[in-house]
């Protein structure tokens, strides 16, 4: 699978932004697929998966309630609506993709599939 993130700007605290990660190659629909960040010199961190039928979303604390991920699997794209933006999430937000949902949500590496990061900067 191939992903390929975008979306990502410059917002202002309180702003929303709704990024989107599409796929090709491997069937889509066959994947669990999640969020991560990296902030500069932080440690990249699980924000947001969702189950292969769609019917279960797992989130990280910080963003419960603020961000929500969803996928659409006839255009082989998975989304996360990001609403309430705070300074600190900016990051680095990456998409991936594994047959594990468990992996998904408590991994932060090892997953079959990574795409490139997009960049989400929030001023105050």
């Known amino acids: 699978v191939q992903l390929q993130a975008s979306g990502g700007g410059l917002v202002q605290a309180g702003g929303s932004l709704r990024l989107s990660c599409a796929a090709s190659?491997?069937?889509?629909?066959n994947y669990?697929?999640?969020w991560f960040r990296q902030a500069p010199g932080k440690e990249r961190e699980f924000v947001a998966a969702i189950s292969v039928s769609?019917?279960?979303t797992y989130y990280a604390d910080s963003v419960?309630?603020?961000f929500t991920i969803s996928r659409d699997n006839a255009k082989s794209t998975v989304y996360l609506q990001?609403?309430?933006l705070k300074p600190e999430?900016?990051?680095?937000?990456?998409?991936a993709a594994d047959s594990s949902?468990?992996?998904i949500v408590t991994m932060?590496?090892?997953?079959?599939?990574?795409?490139?990061?997009?960049?989400?900067?929030?001023?105050s």
């Open 82 to 84: 990001m609403n309430s």
């Open 101 to 103: 949902l468990i992996t």
């Open 54 to 56: 769609g019917g279960s």
């Open 64 to 66: 419960k309630g603020r």
């Open 32 to 34: 669990a697929l999640g």
């Open 108 to 123: 932060t590496h090892g997953m079959a599939y990574w795409g490139e990061g997009t960049q989400v900067t929030v001023s």
């Open 89 to 95: 999430d900016t990051a680095v937000y990456y998409c």
């Open 25 to 29: 190659g491997r069937t889509f629909s």
